[in-house]
């Protein structure tokens, strides 16, 4: 007896596997400078293929970009187990808020699944399986060091980097390193003790920041020069 196989499971030829990474490479840029609001003749464009092509890779928008949020549930759980090696566990727990933070930053596409894309509540419930187990790794390791305050729980930590990225999308064109400051000042009220409070990166004009504030509730900001 013979088992017919698929075309969805045969292996890609070579010049397929190099057009989807190329597509994907593309989307991934587009959907983080642009969000979901973009549509497949925009990715066509940026991956210099043929709509066509598109279409062939990933029948819809959908599957698109559930391809690319695994891929950046996989890069987060693998920061999460890295930090998770790090000797220190103060520094491991710093480590991993500021390079997650760092690409919800600069990744409007990104957000927008996590904040609410109506069709993302089951996909998030996936990828919290994959990422929460090396987190609470991190916290519950700098609670026993002494170094995170013992009532922070899990669910307090997605909740802050929404916070903070939301103002860091919105800061992206006048200010992109604004959401460090607050970050830093959110560790301070985190930490069990500290001698001092920390050296906080410095602050644009009072004009910028309401500037990048208008901007993460209303979208792109005009640009603001800073003098």
Avoid: H
């Amino acid at each position: 007896m013979t088992t017919k196989t698929s075309a969805s499971d045969r292996p890609l030829r070579a010049d397929a596997e190099r057009n989807r990474e190329k597509i994907l490479t593309a989307a991934a840029s587009v959907f983080a400078a642009r969000g979901l609001n973009v549509v497949f003749d925009d990715i066509a464009a940026a991956a210099d293929v043929g709509v066509a092509t598109v279409y062939r890779r990933f029948p819809d928008k959908d599957s698109l970009v559930w391809a690319l949020f695994e891929n950046a549930v996989d890069e987060i759980a693998e920061l999460a187990r890295r930090a998770n090696d790090m000797a220190n566990s103060w520094e491991g727990f710093v480590w991993f808020l500021e390079q997650a933070l760092g690409r919800l930053c600069v990744n409007k596409g990104l957000r927008e699944v996590i904040m609410g894309a109506p069709y993302a509540e089951e996909r998030m419930t996936a990828a919290k399986t994959r990422i929460v187990p090396a987190m609470m790794a991190l916290i519950e390791r700098a609670q026993a060091d002494g170094y995170l305050r013992a009532d922070v729980v899990e669910a307090d930590i997605p909740v802050l980097e929404m916070m903070i990225s939301s103002l860091g999308g919105g800061a992206n064109e006048v200010a992109p390193d604004l959401w460090r400051r607050y970050l830093r000042i959110m560790l301070d009220g985190l930490m069990n003790e500290r001698p001092a409070p920390s050296v906080l990166p410095s602050c644009p004009s009072e004009t910028v920041v309401l500037e990048a504030i208008r901007a993460s509730r209303c979208g792109s900001p005009d640009r603001v020069v800073e003098p």
